[in-house]
């Protein structure tokens, strides 16, 4: 079963990007002051030898990925190394089709055996940590991002257009099963049924505050960069229009937790925020933590209690290790999944604990974050879409996942307060999406096949690829 427009991958680049971050960035237990960019060109192919190129990008968060005590330094070599390893994986990947059949089936019959020979790689030189798999599948996205937007750009349509019958070998059936008392059928459905009917070009945008930001001008140190940003809470508000404001806690320390949420939220009510959700990073160990911060909260800042749209992944991202029952929490506040969410299988997993809502990454892939909405809309769960710091080229498939899934609100989108010089040139093309506005970020400027990224207007200058394989002709 084939169609004429089916492709498969016939060459693949990759490009490592050194960033800087202008402020630190706590990720749980640590701190992120730099992190490297990992882009991708990708070349297709079709059954009659038409070829053309599409663009992938991610940033490989090691921090928020593979949580250890090795060093930073150790951490990102490896997975920069497995960046290497798949770009020759793809190209020996001879299988055809829609973007979402070569990403899911190069998933599920290659990544998994790279990933075991990797490791054992690893073993073998005395690193006997083994790579998470979550660290692969941010290794992995901007290769299949990349594919994605070389067939738009092979058949000159928006990507977006061509998750359909017309186009898909295969219905969703071939890839979600559904959760056994739900009455959902993926027969004859295709991503695009689960797609809002009139995609915005403007939404709004969630404002992370790190652990360690300033918040008021009582915090700073005098260490602060002295740039064109703000640098405190209460003037990235007022410069950018701010009314979303996602707050990191620590998840081991409920005192610190519960005094941040409070301040926040009195800055956020003081200056006319309209929502705060909270993110615990995964290292909360029992619903009581986060049910008494809660209660607590709703008892003495019932204002604030109630601006807090959702809470997201207070528990260890080892769902499987880790099934703890969260229906005590999701009876306070809708709890959204994102560490644990790496596919579909996972969320109806969540969904058997109690969990609400999904939070949906591009760095999970292009085609696992769209099966896993719609596995998670056919069964009424609600949708977010999380920023992983994207710069550049990784901001585009980012905000357009959010415009077309539909949210529960707007999109998270933060590398304009750590890393925003990493943009400089796709911004001057995408004003609207490198910056907030009236706190929202404009889509209007995207536009043209694949993502829409309009490259050939972007003077962007590459170093030699770190790794490469097969052909661009």
């Known amino acids: 079963m084939s169609k004429p427009t089916d492709v498969r991958v016939v060459g693949a680049e990759v490009y490592f990007l050194p960033i800087k971050a202008r402020m630190p960035l706590k990720f749980g237990a640590e701190v992120v002051e730099a992190v490297t960019g990992s882009r991708v060109r990708m070349a297709v192919a079709d059954s009659s030898g038409r070829c053309a190129v599409g663009w992938g990008e991610t940033p490989l968060s090691v921090t928020w990925a593979w949580p250890s005590k090795m060093t930073y330094g150790d951490r990102d070599e490896a997975m920069m190394s497995f960046c290497r390893m798949l770009a020759e994986g793809w190209v020996g990947f001879e299988d055809a089709g829609h973007p979402i059949e070569l990403g899911h089936g190069f998933q599920h019959q290659v990544m998994s055996k790279l990933v075991k020979k990797f490791n054992s790689r690893r073993s073998k030189s005395g690193q006997t940590e083994p790579m998470p798999h979550l660290a692969a599948m941010i290794c992995c996205s901007a290769f299949d991002i990349a594919v994605h937007d070389a067939y738009g750009i092979l058949h000159q349509r928006d990507v977006y257009e061509m998750y359909t019958a017309e186009f898909m070998n295969r219905d969703l059936s071939a890839y979600l099963t559904p959760a056994d008392d739900a009455g959902v ?226 999109v998270e989108t933060n590398s304009m307060q750590f890393w925003p010089a990493a943009s400089d040139q796709e911004a001057k093309v995408h004003p609207g999406i490198y910056r907030r506005r009236g706190g929202c970020v404009d889509l209007s400027t995207i536009n043209g096949p694949g993502f829409g990224y309009r490259v050939d207007e972007i003077d962007r200058q590459l170093p030699p690829p770190a790794g490469s394989a097969g052909r661009f002709e």
């Open 185 to 410: 059928d993926f027969a004859d459905k295709y991503p695009a049924d689960f797609f809002v009917s009139n995609p915005p070009k403007r939404m709004p945008a969630w404002h992370l505050v790190g652990g360690v930001d300033p918040l008021d001008k009582d915090e700073l140190t005098g260490k602060e960069p002295d740039d064109a940003y703000p640098v405190t809470l209460v003037d990235w508000i007022r410069t950018d229009g701010l009314k979303c404001l996602k707050v990191k806690l620590r998840g081991n320390d409920a005192t610190w937790d519960y005094d941040r949420l409070v301040k926040v939220g009195q800055i956020a009510v003081t200056n006319d925020v309209d929502w705060l959700t909270s993110d615990f990073n995964c290292l909360v160990q029992a619903t009581a933590y986060v049910n008494d911060i809660l209660d607590k909260l709703v008892l003495e800042h019932p204002r604030i209690y109630g601006m807090i749209l959702y809470v997201e992944q207070p528990f260890p991202y080892d769902m499987e290790a880790n099934r703890i029952d969260v229906r005590s929490v999701s009876a306070r506040k809708p709890l959204f999944m994102d560490e644990s969410a790496h596919d579909w299988s996972f969320v109806r997993l969540g969904r058997e604990l109690g969990w609400s809502g999904v939070a949906l990454k591009t760095c999970k892939t292009q085609s696992g974050a769209l099966l896993s909405a719609c596995w998670a809309k056919a069964h009424g769960m609600t949708l977010m879409v999380q920023d992983l710091t994207n710069p550049s080229l990784a901001q585009i498939p980012h905000v357009r996942l959010a415009a077309y899934v539909g949210t529960i609100m707007g």
